[in-house]
T-cell receptor, first 116, second 116 residues
Framework: EAGVAQSPRYKIIEKRQSVAFWCNPI?????LYWYQQILGQGPKLLIQ????????DSQLPKDRFSAERLKGVDSTLKIQPAKLEDSAVYLC??????????????FGEGSWLTVV | AQSVSQHNHHVILSEAASLELGCNYS??????LFWYVQYPGQHLQLLLK??????LVKGIKGFEAEFIKSKFSFNLRKPSVQWSDTAEYFC??????????????FGKGTKLSVKP
């Protein structure tokens, strides 16, 4: 079974530039998550989708971050303009039914962003 | 709000030593508990999880964890570590709403280095 696919794996940009990350979840998974993992910290949820609707985006810095999942399958996370503190690994994850007890969340390998 | 504390930032052990990684959470209600592992250069993988029932949970690769409700703890153990266990370990928790679950909150992680 194919896992969660993410691209690009690595990106270096200058501050104030923009960047976009793409994610393709495990086939059939309705729930998709974007997490931010800053060096030395655990992953922090940015946004959660159920199909193509947003379930939780309370920790997404909406002045610069945006995400979409138009067809309820793959998703894009954009940062514009980037700041130095956005340097992190952006993890995409997916799971089956939303909130179903016992659901396991599967993670992709992450997209490493360095802002200089 | 829920939070997760992992007591050790970096643990260094020799092969065959026993391992215990501490994890405490703060949340007054019913929780689901998880340990994830991230091997160097790889994605986060689920080691084990607890939802209900026997508080001693066995996971993959000889790991186990014990849920002690009175102590709000879910410590990870392995009787004899191997060099291949070198990785970063994350404890995570989400609220159990009796059929659905809240968002996953991660600890900061514990880096384990096993000397051959």
């Amino acid at each position: 079974e194919a896992g969660v696919a993410q691209s690009p794996r690595y990106k270096i940009i200058e501050k104030r530039q923009s960047v976009a990350f793409w994610c393709n979840p495990i086939s059939g998974h309705a729930t998709l998550y974007w997490y931010q993992q800053i060096l030395g910290q655990g992953p922090k949820l940015l946004i959660q989708f159920q199909n193509n609707g947003v379930v939780d985006d309370s920790q997404l810095p909406k002045d610069r971050f945006s995400a979409e999942r138009l067809k309820g399958v793959d998703s894009t996370l954009k940062i514009q303009p980037a700041k130095l503190e956005d340097s992190a690994v952006y993890l995409c994850a997916s799971s089956g039914k939303r909130g179903y007890l016992g659901n396991t969340i599967y993670f992709g390998e992450g997209s490493w962003l360095t802002v200089v | 709000a829920q939070s997760v504390s992992q007591h050790n930032h970096h643990v260094i052990l020799s092969e065959a030593a026993s391992l215990e990684l501490g994890c405490n959470y703060s949340y007054g209600g019913t929780v689901n508990l998880f340990w994830y592992v991230q091997y160097p250069g790889q994605h986060l993988q689920l080691l084990l999880k607890y939802f209900s029932g026997d508080p001693l949970v066995k996971g993959i690769k000889g790991f186990e964890a014990e849920f002690i409700k009175s102590k709000f703890s879910f410590n990870l153990r392995k009787p004899s570590v191997q060099w291949s266990d070198t990785a970063e370990y994350f404890c995570a928790v989400n609220a159990n709403y009796g059929g659905s679950q809240g968002n996953l909150i991660f600890g900061k992680g514990t880096k384990l280095s096993v000397k051959p």
